[in-house]
């Protein structure tokens, strides 16, 4: 039924008719070729990136090593093991446009990823007289090559022996493939994939108006459900407030003791702990000032919540957060981010995060 109400196009940049007559909330995947991309993975620590922050951490290393100004990218994350894999295809923006609406856009070679289902396969792509094959090892393309016609025989070797399961067209391709070609076991893209290259503006759901009579039949009926639920509630309520206004009346002296008791405990656990925070923070930070090496010096130290920011220059920063995770108090030490060195001296700039126990 879904199927139905909502149609699902693909387009390329040489495409130069339009996707019939789209509906709505139809799909039009802009196809962007692979021959205009780079492709290129980056490796992060779960320890020190989350999965949030990885693909700013992408962006930032792109505008730094990117061949265009106006570059775009699509970024397919997954973890492996202790780490965060980012599968990265980048183009320019200006090179790669669509004649047609188009609701997403994705590279060529992601969209056919994306019709895998086996974890280690290869996939040999095509465009006009070229040919690439993409190593799938743990749901992650560990490498794109371009086949070369005096590279044929080698490639052939490397793809017979690193999986039986090799999507692609025999026809079109220049390597001799022992095991049999396999056909993509979907028609679409997992929407993972598709949502990963989704434009803002686009909403993908189905036709509303299917849903229109239902739904308003859901709410004429929850409405007079409502209506009478409060009728009973405001009888139970009025009852209810009869007897609290007796009852408070008789416990009015009661109640004011215990409020004032309430109060002076709230007091005395509020000082009491800020007490002990100032006094475990106070040892920290005369065991920096003792144990940490004389070449170190502190620009900030923030606390909030049971953790101190601190951040700073010293001559080998890695070794810090080993020395603050020993001193008492301290559940745990380390570095945010990235330790840069500083060009006008030997020293290094860090940051470093201390859990206070």
């Known amino acids: 039924m879904l199927s139905a109400l909502q149609k699902h196009y693909v387009v390329s940049p040489e495409d130069k008719h339009t996707a019939g007559r789209r509906k709505r909330f139809d799909r039009v995947v802009g196809l962007v070729p692979h021959s205009r991309c780079l492709y290129k993975t980056y490796t992060y620590q779960a320890a020190v990136v989350t999965r949030e922050e990885v693909e700013l951490c992408v962006k930032s290393e792109l505008e730094r090593e990117s061949l265009w100004d106006d570059f775009e990218f699509y970024c397919f994350i997954k973890a492996v093991d202790n780490t965060w894999v980012a599968c990265v295809w980048v183009w320019s923006g200006s090179e790669v446009t669509f004649d047609v609406e188009v609701t997403h856009v994705i590279p060529a070679l992601a969209y056919e990823f994306g019709l895998t289902e086996h974890p280690k396969c290869v996939i040999l792509h095509y465009e006009n007289h070229s040919e690439w ?9 560990t490498k794109i090559v371009k086949v070369k016609k005096m590279l044929t025989e080698v490639m052939s070797q490397q793809v017979n022996s690193f999986s039986d399961v090799i999507y692609g067209d025999i026809h079109k391709s220049q390597l001799n493939i022992s095991a049999p070609i396999t056909s ?15 434009l803002p503006v686009y909403h993908d759901i189905a036709n509303p108006k299917t849903f229109y009579k239902p739904a308003l039949a859901f709410i004429f009926v929850s409405f007079l459900v409502f209506i ?3 009728s009973v509630i405001s009888y139970k309520k009025d009852m209810i407030n009869e007897n609290l206004v007796s009852l408070q009346d008789e416990t009015k002296d009661i109640q004011r003791i215990r409020a004032i008791d309430a109060d002076m405990r709230k007091v005395i656990s509020s000082v009491a702990k800020i007490k002990s925070e100032q006094q475990r923070l106070a040892k920290i930070m005369d065991n920096m000032l003792v144990s940490l090496p004389r070449d170190t010096v502190l620009n900030q130290f923030t606390y909030s919540s049971g953790v101190i920011v601190i951040s700073g220059f010293s001559l080998d920063a890695l070794k810090l957060a080993d020395v603050i995770s020993n001193f008492d108090n301290v559940k745990n030490a380390r570095l945010i981010g990235e330790v840069v060195p500083q060009k006008e001296s030997d020293k290094q700039s860090f940051k470093i995060e201390v859990e206070v126990e």
Do not use: H, S
Not at 184 to 198: C, D, F, H, S, V
């Open 133 to 141: 094959v993409a190593f799938i090892d743990g749901g992650v393309i």
């Open 184 to 198: 993509y076991e979907r028609t679409i893209p997992r929407i993972a994939i598709l949502n990963l290259g989704k």
């Open 228 to 230: 009478i639920d409060y």
